[in-house]
């Protein structure tokens, strides 16, 4: 069974720093494409970042770029994201989510996580 | 960026009918579509792949169909497990862009 564990969410001032963690387990870690995304609360989903299977290529949506990084440790089939510089606006519950096509970095998400809450306040 | 616009916002149906979800892309999206329910508390779950593929596990009375720029869910004979709400997501460019979903409400 495929599971997806986030860790790592909570409060945090505005402009100060966040690391998120997401532990895979019940699949082949290293074949698959990974993902975050994240939906502020009573809002809809908002993709965050994409990472090939071997950590290659990585993807990210504009208003993030430069500030967060997206990572992975195939051998501890662990994902990470970075987050800096965080903004009120950045407030959601972050989702970790694995693809749906082996050695492909593109296309769905196929399981996500229980996902875990970033709150960004003073 | 590709802009998903997502219909209706909320709809109300009994059990046993059939109901659709449209999603309108901005541009084509190659059948790079996907349909996803989301249950209050919980994190969303895949149901339909590249515009019309059944995910493993998912009730055949769930289907997609669509080409182009215009996508569409169907449920046939809803069952109360089915009041959720439903996201479509493009994933044929980035960013990856979800339509802003549908409340799927039983009578």
């Known amino acids: 069974e495929v599971q997806l564990v986030e860790s790592g969410g909570g409060l945090v001032q505005p402009g100060r720093s966040m690391k998120l963690s997401c532990a895979a387990s019940?699949?082949?870690?290293?074949?698959?494409?990974m993902a975050w995304v994240r939906q502020a609360p009573t809002k809809g989903l908002e993709w965050v970042a994409t990472?090939?299977?071997?950590?290659?290529?990585?993807y990210y949506r504009d208003s993030v770029k430069g500030r967060f990084t997206i990572s992975r440790d195939n051998a501890k089939s662990t994902l990470y994201l970075q987050m800096n510089s965080l903004r009120s606006e950045d407030t959601a519950t972050y989702y970790c989510?694995?693809?749906?096509?082996?050695?492909?970095?593109?296309?769905?998400?196929?399981?996500w996580g229980q996902g875990t809450l970033v709150t960004v306040s003073s | 960026d590709i802009q998903m616009t997502q219909s209706p916002a909320s709809l109300s149906a009994s059990l046993g009918e059939t109901v659709s979800i449209e999603c309108l892309a901005s541009e084509d999206i190659y059948n790079n579509l996907a349909w996803y329910q989301q249950k209050p508390g919980k994190s969303p779950q895949l149901l339909i792949y590249?515009?019309?593929s059944l995910q493993d596990g998912v009730p055949s009375r769930f289907s997609g169909s669509g080409s182009g720029t215009q996508y569409s869910l169907k449920i046939n004979s809803l069952e109360s497990e089915d009041a959720a709400t439903y996201f479509c997501?493009?994933?044929?460019?980035?960013?990856?862009?979800f339509g802003a979903g549908t409340k799927l409400e039983l009578k």
């Open positions: 989510t694995r693809s749906g096509i082996l050695r492909i970095t593109r296309g769905w998400f196929a399981y």
């Open positions: 990472i090939s299977y071997d950590g290659s290529s990585t």
């Open positions: 997501l493009q994933d044929s460019e980035y960013p990856y862009t």
């Open positions: 019940g699949f082949t870690f290293s074949n698959y494409g």
């Open positions: 590249y515009a019309s």
